[in-house]
T-cell receptor, first 117, second 114 residues
Framework: AQKVTQAQTEISVVEKEDVTLDCVYE???????LFWYKQPPSGELVFLIR??????QNEISGRYSWNFQKSTSSFNFTITASQVVDSAVYFC??????????????FGQGTRLTINP | ETGVTQTPRHLVMGMTNKKSLKCEQH?????MYWYKQSAKKPLELMFV???????ENNSVPSRFSPECPNSSHLFLHLHTLQPEDSALYLC?????????????FGPGTRLTVL
């Protein structure tokens, strides 16, 4: 069965520090997608990134970067020079084919990140 | 209006009440989802609809009754709920199929059952 593990329940750092959120997944599929979502206090999940299982290149977007390592089934997320606005709950997710082709997402438990000024 | 909208944003109901949550997507997607998010079990998938047909029911109690009249609208009818049903209910939509498209989420309805 598909599974996503985010071992860090809560992380608290001081502004401008770098922080890495870990994500480990389990799947038997050869083709799959990995995602990161951000959930600010307002509640809405905001899409951050999607990664295809065949593309192991790391990605950088501004202060955000993602390290995908298939060998260790990990898809870690790093925020460089963190800011207070980065405070949120972050979810890692794995795609799973549902019945009749509708894609499903399996989410990790989430990591609550607090950036202190 | 764009994206995924949900109404109401907040709802307080008694255990004997009947209420409905509404979700609407303006993205032309084929699949829609209901999730429950509580402190005990973050982001539980409840139901999946693909082209208006229910394709997944994740062992949800019958006091939750979904309805999908078309690909743009999704309802969750609530009746005789329990206090433990208090949670954030999130709706999402996606293109459908394993195209790898991500799900777009609405802002959620914060439900409190007294």
């Amino acid at each position: 069965a598909q599974k996503v593990t985010q071992a860090q329940t809560e992380i608290s750092v001081v502004e401008k520090e770098d922080v890495t959120l870990d994500c480990v997944y389990e799947t038997r599929d050869t083709t799959y997608y990995l995602f990161w979502y951000k959930q600010p206090p307002s509640g809405e999940l905001v899409f951050l990134i999607r990664r295809n299982s065949f593309d192991e290149q790391n990605e950088i977007s501004g202060r955000y970067s993602w390290n995908f390592q298939k060998s260790t089934s990990s898809f870690n997320f790093t925020i460089t020079a963190s800011q207070v606005v980065d405070s949120a709950v972050y979810f890692c997710a794995l795609s799973e084919r549902g019945i009749q082709g509708a894609q499903k997402l399996v989410f990790g438990q989430g990591t609550r990140l607090t950036i202190n000024p | 209006e764009t994206g995924v909208t949900q109404t109401p944003r907040h709802l307080v109901m008694g255990m004997t009440n009947k209420k409905s949550l509404k979700c609407e997507q303006h993205l032309g997607h084929n699949a829609m989802y209901w999730y429950k998010q509580s402190a005990k079990k973050p982001l539980e998938l409840m139901f999946v609809y693909n082209f208006k047909e229910q394709t997944e029911n994740n062992s949800v109690p019958s006091r939750f009754s979904p309805e999908c009249p078309n690909s743009s609208h999704l309802f969750l009818h609530l009746h005789t709920l329990q206090p433990e049903d208090s949670a954030l209910y999130l709706c999402a939509s996606s293109q459908g199929g394993l195209a790898g498209g991500h799900q777009f989420f609405g802002p959620g309805t914060r439900l409190t059952v007294l």
